[in-house]
């Protein structure tokens, strides 16, 4: 399962990025803890769309659980709809924070 949490940098050391619009990375680990960092196409779009369009992407790259914090009830309900669960975090860094999700020891807030 691609687990993908938004982040200020691009590794498993990164630490979370709480606005999930205008996140600079995000970081999808698989179920081997393989990685790869995308950049945000949408984090400089001030535009309201922009973070729906995000929504969508993820949904479109397979993302089956996001991590983040602040995240438009709009958006959460393009990744709801499309069967993404989203946890919420405010803190941590992204290998910690998957684990924990696996662990269920992030909760869906």
């Not at 993908?4 to 940098?9: D, R």
């Not at 945000?40 to 929504?55: M, R, T, Y």
Request: hydrophobic content about 45%.
């Amino acid at each position: 399962m691609k687990v993908a949490v938004t982040a200020k940098g691009a590794g498993l050391g990164a630490w979370i990025d709480d606005d999930f619009v205008h996140c600079k990375q995000i970081v999808v680990v698989d179920e081997n803890d393989r990685f790869e960092a995308w950049s945000n196409p949408f984090k400089d779009d001030p535009s309201h769309e922009a973070a729906i369009q995000l929504a969508k992407w993820i949904v479109d790259e397979g993302i089956k659980l996001l991590i983040t914090n602040e995240i438009s009830p709009q958006s959460r309900e393009v990744l709801e709809n499309a069967d993404v669960v989203v946890y919420q975090a405010k803190e941590g860094a992204v290998l910690t924070l998957v684990e924990k999700a696996r662990n269920g020891m992030v909760k869906n807030e």
